[in-house]
């Protein structure tokens, strides 16, 4: 078998990036006696399990490794598969599944007995906000929600597109983008200008976190608006409203610094232990 040149893998790797799509890196970091892969092979997995480039070893390792990916995918999380005999296995005191110091161990089932050290790193896409409005607190949360690794699409009415500052994408009027996916974040700004109209459609996109920015009693006035209008009264439940963590934020930047936090908080939610 002709092994892929790591040149290869890295433009793949750039080219994944490029496009915003989600894949998992294993590289093999330690190998002891006869393994197929040796250390420093790399390879390129999808989120369906399925290795685009690369080599990380034959069937003694993939399954291991695969259902490491797919898991880090899920949660955000690296992983450091280490792949055994039972032998070694039962001398470490551990068994196939389990997870000890970080590592989880999986039972190698090839004759060769070797052991293989993989550690799986999910690479996901930059998280998405999608920002309506040209209000100050606007301006502000595009501005911070990008400095902190957020990909920022602003739809204002073009004409206030000049007040904001490197936002990745602009949108003329408040038609949130089709492209969107259920792991997206909408924060509503337009705050008098506009609300109902961006609330609207809003509502109608697959998001993870959609906030308005906005007192409690005018949010619940949009809301039985909206549900006379014909919207589903299902889609308005989840609104956070007033948008952000409870910090006493009363400045534009300070507001944005609540909002931010709060998606900071959504996102990372389950990846740590305190």
């Not at 990008?146 to 949108?171: I, N, Q, W």
Request: with cysteine; proline share 5%.
């Amino acid at each position: 078998m002709t092994m892929p040149r790591q040149s290869d893998i890295l433009d793949l790797i750039s080219n994944y990036r490029s496009k915003g799509e989600p894949f998992a890196l294993a590289t093999v970091v330690r190998t002891v006696s006869v393994t197929a892969a040796k250390a420093g092979a790399k390879a390129v997995i999808l989120a369906d399990g399925s290795i685009t480039e690369g080599w990380i070893g034959g069937g003694c390792a993939r399954g291991a490794v695969l259902k490491a990916a797919r898991e880090a995918l899920a949660d955000g999380q690296s992983r450091l598969v280490s792949i055994q005999p039972d032998e070694q296995l039962s001398e470490h005191r551990v068994k196939a599944g389990e997870i000890r110091d970080g590592v989880v161990y999986a039972k190698n089932m090839c004759p060769s007995q070797g052991t293989m050290d993989v550690f799986v790193e999910p690479v996901l896409p930059r998280p998405h906000l999608t920002v309506c409005g040209a209000s100050p607190v606007a301006v502000a949360l595009a501005d911070l929600a990008r400095r902190m690794g957020f990909f920022v699409t602003v739809c204002a009415p073009a004409p206030e597109h000049a007040g904001f500052g490197e936002a990745d994408r602009l949108v003329d009027g408040y038609a949130i983008p089709v492209d969107g996916s259920e792991r997206d974040y909408v924060v509503i700004a337009t705050q008098g200008r506009g609300d109902s109209l961006a609330l609207k459609a809003a509502v109608q996109a697959p998001c993870k976190y959609l906030a308005f920015v906005g007192s409690r009693k005018k949010a619940a006035a949009l809301k039985a608006d909206l549900t006379a209008s014909g919207v589903a009264s299902e889609r308005l439940e989840h609104i956070h409203a007033p948008a952000g963590l409870n910090i006493g934020a009363i400045t534009p930047d300070e507001i944005a610094f609540s909002i931010v936090a709060e998606m900071i908080e959504i996102r990372r939610r389950g990846q740590r232990t305190l």
